[in-house]
Every structure is written in structure tokens, then in C-alpha cells.
């Protein structure tokens, strides 16, 4: 009987970027399901048949690729933050872009991964090292979009409204965790923050557009 070609390129014939790319996903689904311990470069190579030297080539250990997942991760919400208020129209609207987009992030999955990396910061160095950077970069894009949104408000007072949705969003991400997804519990915390944010908008920057 004649073999039929296979539509699928074995993992190890990818591009480097690809391979690289595959290798964090699968090993992404392996820290939600049971956290860091899970992450076995064997396993993930098995999981994606490809040699253990191979996963090797591109993540030495298991540290090195935790590193590169929340990297990565990091990255991805930064830029989708960035993304979706550069879609949204000028003035008001996008000050309510803003806050809606980052309410929207923190309620995906994704966001367990932010919760298991604040719990290893004080134990790995490395982690924390792109935790800073992340929040550095968030704290950036916030800063950039509220001087275009108010560029009359004063930059003392654009910085304390930055760091307030900083803190309240970070707070809404740990809520969250604890609220089951769609749930009326999390829809209620979900409309008290978008409203108490609005609103604290709408009086720091009175007068300023």
C-alpha cells in the first residue's frame, strides 16, 4: 500500500522562529496545568516529538525557558494594550478604550501566568527582572496614551492617575482569580472598577482637554 505524504512537517523541519515559538506553547499549557515542576524539557520535547537536544538548542534549562515564556507574555500584553487604544477614536473615547481594554486583558487566561509568576519573584531574580520591565513598559504606553488623551494635564497629576489604574487594575487581576469567569459576581466587580476608573477620569482630567 503507498504511503500518503503527511500535510505536517515534523516540528525538528520548522524555521528556528517557529520551533521556538511551538516549544513555548507547549510548554505554556504544561505551567497553567501544574505550574513550574511541570515544565520538564523532556516531556515538552515528547510532547511535540522532537529530541530532547533539540529543545535543549534553544532552552538549556528549565529556567531559561520559564524566562522566555513570561517574556514573551510580557511582551504580548504590552502590545496589545498599545494596539487597541491606537484603534480607538481621539479624546474621551479613548481614555474609556483604555480602561476597557486593559479590564478585557486582565479577564483572559493569560493572566494566570502573571499570577504564577508574582509568586516566585522573591525566589528568582530573572523573573523579576522581566516583571519590572513589564510593568516599566505598561507604565510607559499608560503614560504616552493619557498625555495624548490630556495634554493639558499637568504630568504630576497624569503620573498619579497612571499609578491609581495601575494599582486598582492589578488589584481587579487578583479579583478575578477568584471570581469564576462570567459569573454575576465578576461582571458586578468588573462594571464597580470600569465605573469608579470613568469617573476618576473624568475628575482629574476636567477642563484638560
Known amino acids: 500500500m503507498r504511503k500518503t505524504k503527511s500535510s505536517h512537517l515534523p516540528v525538528e523541519s520548522l524555521p ?3 520551533q521556538r515559538a511551538r516549544i513555548l506553547e507547549a510548554a505554556k499549557k504544561y505551567l497553567l496545568q501544574g505550574g513550574p515542576e511541570a515544565v520538564v524539557l523532556r516531556t515538552v520535547a515528547q510532547s511535540l516529538s522532537m529530541h530532547h537536544s533539540n529543545v535543549q538548542y534553544y532552552f538549556r534549562t528549565r529556567h531559561d525557558l520559564l ?6 507574555e510580557a511582551r504580548k500584553y504590552t502590545d496589545d494594550v498599545r494596539r487597541a487604544i491606537l484603534a480607538a477614536p481621539k479624546g474621551k473615547a479613548r481614555a474609556a478604550a483604555l480602561i476597557d481594554t486593559i479590564i478585557a486583558l486582565m479577564r483572559g487566561p493569560d493572566t494566570a501566568l502573571w499570577r504564577l509568576i508574582v509568586g516566585t519573584l522573591d525566589h528568582n531574580p ?3 527582572a522581566v516583571h519590572r520591565r513589564q510593568v516599566y513598559e505598561h507604565a510607559d504606553v499608560l503614560m504616552t496614551q493619557l498625555t495624548e488623551i490630556f495634554p493639558g494635564l499637568p504630568p504630576p497629576r497624569r503620573r498619579r492617575l497612571m499609578t491609581v489604574i495601575q494599582t486598582v487594575i492589578g488589584g481587579l487581576a487578583v479579583q478575578f482569580a477568584h ?7 465578576s ?3 468588573e462594571t464597580d472598577i470600569r465605573d469608579a476608573l470613568n469617573q476618576l477620569v473624568a475628575v482629574e482630567c ?3 482637554l
Open 16 to 18: 528556528v522562529e517557529s
Open 67 to 72: 524566562v522566555a515564556i513570561f517574556d514573551q
Open 126 to 128: 530573572d523573573l523579576a
Open 179 to 185: 471570581a469564576a469567569a462570567g459569573s454575576a459576581e
Open 187 to 189: 461582571r458586578r466587580i
Open 206 to 208: 476636567q477642563g484638560s
